[in-house]
């Protein structure tokens, strides 16, 4: 079975860190050739989904409001994937519902996300 469910969100006074998981279960996430793409997405209430970072085999990269403070990583040898989410130095505009999906989203895989809400 193909699915993506996300963790570890929390209510998080600002300035404070979480880190957030997602199990990718499924051959997708698991190619012979080389590890899948993977980004971490939010959507704060009334906004559009964003991409907040992504890892590739050979880069992860950020958008440009959490650079330095939150760190994407993967480990590709446990069954399921898991990617995870570091976020440190938490802000109220970090408040958001949090989802994981391949880079290029599939839009069938997006699971219910997980929660962060961070108070000022």
């Known amino acids: 079975q193909v699915q993506l469910v996300e963790s570890g969100g929390n209510l998080v006074q600002a300035g404070g860190s979480l880190r957030l998981s997602c199990a990718a279960s499924g051959s997708v996430f698991r190619p012979a050739d080389r590890p899948t793409a993977m980004g971490w997405y939010r959507q704060a209430p009334g906004k559009q989904r964003e991409l907040v970072a992504f890892?590739?085999?050979?880069?992860?990269?950020?958008t440009e409001s959490v650079k330095g403070r939150f760190a994407i990583s993967r480990d590709s040898a446990r069954d399921p994937v898991m990617v995870y989410l570091q976020m440190n130095n938490l802000k109220h505009e970090d408040t958001a519902t949090y989802y994981c999906n391949t880079y290029l989203p599939i839009e069938a895989l997006w699971g219910r996300g997980t929660q962060v809400t961070v108070s000022s």
């Open positions: 890892v590739t085999n050979l880069e992860t990269n950020y």
